[in-house]
């Protein structure tokens, strides 16, 4: 299998490039909209073409490219069955393995930051979204959040894959690229080692995080499979407008 980690520096997003090397195929795990055409930049660099866009689940801090994706290459869009989209052409569901060539993905339905999010397992890795960060976790104060929800997710679904497991989050803001399901267990501050219910439920609800500054127009944007609404204002266009400079993770 192809794989490249790729990073979008607004939002700190990764987005994830798997191909497939006997057929020529590819996938691409949240897609962020700004940078769609690097994508397909390192597509063509790479000898594939782009036949999927996933993602873990409806964002609220970046676009989805899927939609221009698909526009551009005539892709498909696959995403979480639990959000039911309209406008998506796959949906994806646990106990149900997406097969793309050689690449076999397990759709892990991990509720609690969102409702519908999922996690995708492939070949030893685990495509976490923002159910579960490098030694952190996603918010779970909106879009139906729920902290023992999350909990739940976490520690019996993730926590149950072999520790030596890949850990590839969709978000990083200190510049880590992977981690293990191994050393999350061992020292994540949120959910590591006996960590109970109660404690987490305290740790989120202490956070006291600010308002996500591009929620009003990712959601609506993101329930479309990544439209960028009209109006949003000139300090957050660059949510919307292509990245010239975006570094590669």
């Not at 798997?18 to 690097?38: F, H, M, N, S, Y």
């Not at 104060?141 to 989050?169: C, H, I, M």
């Not at 959910?191 to 990712?218: C, N, R, S, T, W």
Request: glycine share 8%; proline share 6%.
């Amino acid at each position: 299998m192809i794989f490249r980690q790729l990073f979008e520096p607004v939002s700190s997003t990764y987005t994830y490039l798997l191909g497939c090397e006997d057929t020529g195929q590819a996938l691409l795990i949240d897609a962020v909209l700004p940078t769609w055409q690097r994508d397909l930049e390192e597509l063509n660099k790479l000898g594939l073409k782009l036949a999927y866009t996933l993602d873990t689940h409806i964002h609220a801090d970046h676009i989805t490219a899927a939609r221009k994706l698909k526009m551009e290459t005539a892709s498909r869009i696959a995403h979480p069955a639990a959000d039911n989209l309209a406008c998506v052409d796959m949906s994806l569901q646990e106990n149900k393995p997406f097969e793309l060539g050689s690449i076999r993905i397990d759709p892990l339905f991990t509720p609690g930051h969102t409702d519908g999010h999922h996690a995708y397992c492939v070949n030893g890795r685990v495509f976490t979204g923002d159910a579960l960060l490098i030694d952190g976790c996603g918010r779970t104060d909106f879009q139906n959040g729920d902290a023992p929800t999350l909990y739940r997710s976490v520690r019996e679904k993730l926590f149950a894959l072999p520790e030596d497991t890949l850990v590839y989050p969709a978000h990083d803001y200190k510049g880590r690229r992977v981690s293990s399901i191994g050393q999350e267990k061992a020292r994540n501050p949120r959910l590591g080692g006996d960590k109970p219910l109660a404690e987490f439920v305290k740790i989120m609800q202490e956070l006291k995080l600010a308002y996500p500054k591009f929620i009003d127009y990712a959601v609506p944007g993101n329930l479309k499979c990544g439209v960028c609404p009209t109006g949003v204002p000139e300090d957050l266009q660059q949510y919307c407008e292509q990245i010239g400079d975006s570094l590669q993770g």
